[in-house]
C-alpha cells in the first residue's frame, strides 16, 4: 500500500468510534432482516448473484469468509453466509455514514494488517494465516496496543454478526428456542434437569 492508502486508513478507523458506528435498533435489525430476505429470495428466483449496495466486490468477498469463520457451518445449522448474514450486514450500512466509516475502515485494517505480514489481502490469505491474523484481535484482553483498532473493530463485527445469525429462523432453531409454544400441560421442571442444577426436587 502507498503512504497515501495509510493516510486514508488512518483517517477510516479513527473518524468514528467502532462501537457507536456499529448501534442499531431492534427496529432497523427487523427492517434489514426482511430487506435480505427478499433478496436472497429473488437472487435463488433469477438465479442471479447478490449485489451488494454499500459493499465493494473485495469488501463483501472478505465480509463472507469472515462472517464463516465466525459461525462455521456444523452438524445443527447452516453457516452465517447460508442464514444470509452478508447480505443482513449490506442493508444494515446502507445510507448510514457513521456505520460505513466504522465498517469499511475496520476491513481496511484487516487487509493492512495481512499485506504487512503476508504481502497479500486477507482473501488472499491461506486458512493458517487468516486465523493467525484474527486470533491476535480477537480476545480484548490479550490485545496488543498495536492492534486496538483492529480488536475494536472485530469484536463489535463479532457481535454484529451473532446478532444477525440467531435472529433469524435458522439461528432460532440452533438455539432450539422454544418460546411461544402452548404447553397443555405443565408438569414441572424434569427430574434429570433438577438434580443437574443441585436441587432438591419438590415433594408431591
Request: net charge negative; aromatic share 10%.
Amino acid at each position: 500500500m502507498t503512504d497515501i492508502d495509510r493516510r486514508e486508513l488512518l483517517k477510516l478507523i479513527s473518524s468514528a468510534p467502532v462501537a457507536a458506528g456499529f448501534a442499531w435498533t431492534d427496529v432497523e435489525a427487523r427492517e434489514a432482516h426482511a430487506h435480505a430476505q427478499a433478496a436472497r429470495a429473488t437472487a435463488q428466483r433469477t438465479q442471479t448473484a447478490f449485489k451488494p449496495k454499500f459493499f465493494t466486490a473485495h469488501e463483501y468477498a472478505t465480509v463472507r469468509i469472515l462472517v464463516d469463520l465466525i459461525i462455521p457451518k456444523d452438524d445443527r445449522s447452516g453457516s452465517a453466509t447460508d442464514a444470509g448474514v452478508p447480505e443482513y450486514l449490506d442493508f444494515m450500512m446502507a445510507d448510514e455514514p457513521v456505520r460505513q466509516t466504522a465498517m469499511r475502515g475496520g476491513l481496511a485494517w484487516i487487509d493492512r494488517e495481512c499485506l504487512r505480514r503476508y504481502d497479500k489481502p486477507f482473501t488472499a490469505c491461506a486458512a493458517a494465516e487468516r486465523t493467525a491474523v484474527l486470533d491476535d484481535i480477537a480476545w480484548p484482553q490479550r490485545g496488543r496496543p498495536e492492534h486496538t483498532h483492529g480488536t475494536a473493530f472485530f469484536t463489535s463485527f463479532r457481535d454484529l454478526t451473532a446478532s444477525g445469525f440467531w435472529t433469524t429462523r435458522m439461528g432460532i432453531d440452533d438455539l432450539q428456542y422454544l418460546g411461544n409454544v402452548g404447553v397443555a400441560e405443565w408438569k414441572g421442571c424434569p427430574e434429570e434437569v433438577v438434580k443437574k442444577l443441585g436441587l432438591t426436587p419438590p415433594s408431591a
